[in-house]
């Protein structure tokens, strides 16, 4: 399994990013999928999952109207669309392969599939 995430970098409160994930390895189409982020100092938390079929089953709290999870069986890509960034959401944005449910369990790269991360800054 391989997950090659992309498209972070720093961008000032307010702006956009658009993360990729390009997943190889395994039958994209068969897994739920998720993104994580990790702060600094903090736990690792699911940002959003979306299931095998495309539909949405989780957005945290914080980012609920702001980011749009999505992907491509097609092309193997799972696709995190994040306007009005906030510095709060600073931190390394993983693609990971999820459990059916995320909002009972905490994330963990034991059990799930992570990629390599990418670093979301957003400055004041």
């Known amino acids: 399994v391989q997950l090659q995430a992309s498209g972070g970098g720093l961008v000032q409160a307010g702006g956009s990013l658009r993360l990729s994930c390009a997943a190889s390895?395994?039958?994209?189409?068969?897994?739920?999928m998720a993104w994580v982020r990790r702060a600094p100092g903090k736990e690792p938390e699911w940002v959003s999952h979306?299931?095998?079929?495309?539909?949405?089953?989780y957005y945290v709290d914080s980012v609920k109207g702001r980011f749009t999870i999505s992907r491509d069986n097609a092309k193997s890509f799972l696709y995190l669309q994040m306007n009005s960034l906030k510095t709060e959401d600073t931190a390394v944005y993983y693609c990971?392969?999820?459990?059916?449910?995320?909002?009972?369990?905490?994330?963990?790269?034991?059990?799930?599939?992570w990629g390599q991360g990418t670093q979301v800054t957003v400055s004041s």
């Open positions: 990971a392969t999820a459990p059916r449910q995320v909002d009972s369990i905490v994330p963990d790269p034991r059990r799930d599939y």
């Open positions: 390895g395994f039958t994209f189409g068969t897994w739920d």
């Open positions: 979306i299931n095998k079929r495309g539909e949405i089953t």
